[in-house]
């Protein structure tokens, strides 16, 4: 059988590289067959989530909750105001001992005078007033509406603090009805005048005031008044503790240490209010402090440490989770079916190889091939050999050939295993063994 004639080199690579490819493609192929584990990709093993909720002044959204109660003055009703003295019979008076509603009461002639309202079951109290000094002489309460003041008295105990004083100037009597309305008795000389200085009853209430419950991303500090935090953990930890904790400057300051319990309540300004009196007591560089959460939730064989951070940026408090989850590669084992198509990489370079080995030989170069490789330039291979009349000298070797061409500067015939130089009737002739 006739076999292609290959350089042996040639054919002997090509079959090594043949074989690396075929068992190449042999393991990729088997490899893909068998079960084997990859990275199917990743779970999550513990999460924080949090949601906020700030308790604001007043906002034009949200959910409105009690915040408190403040103290408000409400007008109750409006006094009207009569009066009537017992007097001494006098020709003045007609003789009369009860005179109504006068301008002026003679001081000498009065023994009591009565303020006369239009409501019943009222309180008052009696002041003897100076430019220097303001004193309570009579509380009571009146069921009637009528309030009896004994001049006589009032002028003695005008008398006792005149003497105990020593500051001797007219007063006023200033009587106050309910903590809120107010009549004077003005004294000039030896007559005295009433005179209303406040006609209403103010009563002191308290009425609910409300804020605004609301959900936002961020909250304007000056309207917030409580910031409530809700972490939630996934899955729920056999335990959950964290830190309140303060960063002033450089500085780490603990505030709190407590078990987590749902929603976590900060006051804000209060927080900040610390902060502010701790950089003044440790003379520090005022700066905008910095709130720190940070928990610790312990599960049986792990333990998750996230926190959160509060910040003011431009008056606007948010709120920042960070390390808030942990996550794990998740690998699984493969069933591969064997892929038929992938043996077409192992058949082709497989017919390659075979014809390779059984219908191709290979051949050595001869030595006249080398030379020629290497010395093609100066070597002509011709059909023919030396033509028999020229005297032919042996040389013993190729260099000497070569050294001749070099000096004749003639070309070197080769033919079969004979390389020759023609120099007129000579031929110098090495024969290759």
């Not at 009065?110 to 009696?126: A, D, E, G, R, W």
């Not at 000094?133 to 005149?162: A, D």
């Not at 493969?334 to 014809?355: A, Q, R």
Request: hydrophobic content about 40%; proline content about 5%.
């Amino acid at each position: 059988m006739y076999k292609i004639k290959l350089n042996r080199n040639l054919r002997l690579g090509s079959i090594f590289l043949l074989v690396i490819l075929i068992a190449a493609a042999s393991y990729f192929n088997y490899s893909n067959s068998i079960p084997h584990t990859v990275l199917a990709g990743y779970q999550l093993k513990s999460e924080m989530s949090i949601a906020t909720q700030g308790f604001l002044h007043s906002y034009p959204i949200g959910e409105s909750k009690l915040l408190g109660y403040a103290n408000v003055s409400k007008s109750v009703t409006y006094l009207g105001l009569s009066t009537y003295a017992y007097v001494k019979s006098s020709i003045l008076y007609n003789n009369a001992t009860v005179v109504y509603n006068q301008t002026y009461y003679f001081l000498k002639l009065t023994k009591m005078l009565f303020l006369k309202f239009n409501v019943s079951n009222i309180s008052y109290k009696v002041y003897i007033t100076t430019p220097y000094y303001n004193v309570l002489v009579i509380q009571n309460l009146s069921n009637n509406g009528v309030i009896p003041l004994n001049l006589t008295r009032l002028f003695n105990l005008y008398n006792i603090l005149e003497n105990e004083s020593g500051v001797y100037v007219q007063p006023t009597f200033n009587v106050v009805i309910n903590d809120s309305a107010s009549v004077n008795l003005n004294l000039n000389g030896n007559v005295i005048s009433v005179q209303f200085t406040k006609n209403i009853i103010i009563k002191t209430v308290k009425i609910p005031v409300y804020g605004k419950l609301v959900s936002l991303g961020e909250y304007p500090l000056s309207q917030l008044i409580t910031l409530y935090l809700y972490p939630t953990f996934y899955p729920k930890p056999l335990s959950i503790n964290y830190s309140l904790i303060l960063q002033i400057d450089d500085f780490n300051f603990t505030i709190e240490q407590s078990k987590y319990s749902s929603p976590i309540m900060l006051n804000i300004t209060k927080l900040y209010f610390i902060a502010s009196n701790f950089t003044s007591i440790y003379n520090l560089t005022p700066v905008t402090p910095i709130i720190y959460l940070n928990f610790t939730a312990k599960y049986s064989n792990f333990t998750f440490k996230p926190y959160i951070e509060i910040v003011d940026n431009n008056g606007m408090i948010q709120v920042l989770e960070y390390n808030n989850s942990i996550i794990y590669p998740v690998y699984e084992t493969t069933d591969s079916d064997f892929n038929y198509f992938n043996l077409i990489y192992i058949l082709l370079p497989l017919t390659v190889l075979v014809y390779l080995i059984l219908f191709t030989q290979g051949i050595s170069p001869s030595s006249l091939d080398i030379i020629m490789k290497k010395y093609k330039k100066v070597i002509i291979k011709v059909n023919d050999p030396p033509p028999p009349e020229k005297k032919i000298i042996k040389v013993n070797n190729f260099s000497e050939l070569l050294k001749l061409s070099q000096i004749l500067a003639k070309p070197i015939m080769a033919n079969g295993n004979k390389l020759w130089i023609y120099d007129e009737n000579l031929a110098y002739m090495y024969e290759l063994s």
